[in-house]
């Protein structure tokens, strides 16, 4: 039973525009989010997160915007750079400090020079 | 944010063998957490150590499988027991933030084919 979803495996992006990152959710007790950012060989580092009082975050280019009612999160990356080519990795947890992530499968976005 | 060094970062095993896997963070932390990502799959919680007490597993991990180790607040070893292919995977250390426990930083993972 996978309760975070990223149903799109792979993304393609030209340099300079927006990058979306979408992830479903199933469980509703869920109340914070993040995303992580993996390059090959290395772990993953964190990103961006958001409460779920919260419908919106932003740090710079990143941006995330959840959707409790669709249970939907998205990253926005403006503008998107050659860098940010990536594993993208949407986590969950639920209420408390316990350091449980419930992780998708990851999303790889590829930025075209 | 912690830096966590784990060792080794790849290696090759034979079916049946067993391999320890150690975690070092440059600071104290409470606790610490075993992440398995197989291969094509998401990241997933193997156990929680905790210092001076059991680790705590999450449902589908044994103890006698993945026993851990938690000697002081900066060292932790995770070993995969008599293992099968199935154990192909990278294995991470995290530690929490300082924003939260729930912010994690990881170390770059251990990846393991079993042969």
């Known amino acids: 039973d996978q309760q975070v979803k990223q149903n799109s495996p792979s993304l393609s992006v030209q340099e300079g525009r927006i990058s979306i990152l979408n992830c479903d959710y199933t469980?509703?007790?869920?109340?914070?989010f993040l995303w992580y950012k993996k390059y090959p060989a290395e772990g993953p580092t964190f990103l961006i997160s958001?409460?779920?009082?919260?419908d919106k975050n932003e740090d710079g280019r990143f941006t995330v915007f959840l959707n409790k009612s669709a249970k939907h999160l998205s990253l926005h990356i403006v503008p998107s750079q050659p860098g940010d080519s990536a594993v993208y990795f949407c986590?969950?947890?639920?209420?408390?400090?316990?350091?449980?992530?419930?992780f998708g499968q990851g999303t790889t976005l590829q930025v075209k020079p | 944010s912690a830096v966590i060094s784990q060792k080794p970062s790849r290696d090759i095993c034979q079916r049946g063998t067993s391999l320890t896997i150690q975690c070092q963070v440059d600071?104290?932390?409470?606790?610490m957490f075993w992440y398995r990502q197989q291969p094509g799959q998401s990241l997933t919680l193997i156990a929680t150590?905790?210092?001076?007490?059991?680790?705590?597993?999450e449902s589908g991990f044994v103890i006698d499988k993945f026993p851990i180790s938690r000697p002081n607040l900066t060292f932790s070893t995770l070993t995969v027991s008599n293992m099968s292919p199935e154990d192909s995977s990278i294995y991470l250390c995290?530690?929490?933030?300082?924003?939260?426990?729930?912010?994690?930083?990881f170390g770059a993972g251990s990846r393991l084919t079993v042969l």
């Open positions: 958001i409460s779920s009082i919260k």
């Open positions: 995290s530690v929490g933030g300082i924003s939260g426990a729930n912010v994690l930083t």
């Open positions: 600071s104290q932390v409470t606790m």
């Open positions: 469980n509703s007790m869920f109340d914070y």
């Open positions: 150590a905790n210092q001076g007490s059991e680790a705590t597993y």
């Open positions: 986590a969950a947890s639920g209420t408390g400090n316990t350091g449980k992530l419930i």
